[in-house]
Every structure is written in C-alpha cells, then in structure tokens.
C-alpha cells in the first residue's frame, strides 16, 4: 500500500506557473504508474498526465499538452507536475494517483490509491 500527499497548490495569475509535487510512502514507489488529476467544481474528475514507472514514458491530456510536465523521482519517491503558461480553466483541485499496474494510461477507476488533493486557483 502507498499513501500520497500532495503539496504546492495555490492561486496564480494567468499566465503563470506551479509546481505540484505529490510524495509517497513506502519502499516501492518505482513500482507503480503515478498518474495526476483534476476535478473543478461540479465537474467530474478528468485526467491530466501520468508516468511510467521509469520515467521515460509519459501522456497528457489535450488541454495540458505543452504546458504541462509530469515527472518523477524514483529515490525520492515523488511525482511532479510543472504548469506553465496556465488559464483560468486550470482551476481545480488536483490529485496524484497510483497505479500497480505498468501500463501508463488515463483511466481513473483503474488507479489504486489516490492522494487528497491541492486546490489550484488560475485568476484571469
């Protein structure tokens, strides 16, 4: 079992940038696919990137793609996720996930643990 908190949520200008970093428990963190999502208010929980267990695979969703980078720390047992140039409909509360799986995919119901979430507020 992992246990995930995330940290560096907060309010930005449009435009600008966050970092989200998500730390995890345990002794074997470079065996799962780390994933992060989001969800805003009544909306439901969409995908926004994930990580193979190496690092060396990655997928985005649409919206993020180019703005957006996920990555990982194996020795420190984290995920990252670097957000530039961001805009008002970035705002929501962003999660980490992970998956014992080693596929790299967007399918929510398929992850495993997941953490409480950061909010992130994007002002325009």
């Not at 994933?35 to 439901?44: D, S, Y």
């Not at 980078?69 to 957000?83: C, E, F, G, H, P």
């Amino acid at each position: 079992q992992v246990q995930l908190v995330e940290s560096g949520g907060g309010l930005v200008q449009a435009g600008g940038s966050l970092r989200l970093s998500c730390a995890a428990s345990g002794r074997t963190f470079s065996m799962y696919v780390m994933g992060w999502f989001r969800q805003a208010p009544g909306k439901e929980r969409e995908f926004v990137a994930a990580i193979s267990r190496s690092g060396k695979t990655t997928s985005y969703a649409d919206p993020v793609k180019g703005r957006f980078t996920i990555s990982r720390d194996n020795a420190k047992s984290a995920v990252y996720l670097q957000m530039n140039e961001m805009k008002p409909e970035d705002t929501a509360d962003y999660y980490c996930a992970a998956d014992r799986g080693t596929v790299v995919h967007s399918t929510t119901v398929r992850y495993d643990y997941w953490g409480q979430g950061t909010q992130v507020t994007v002002s325009s």
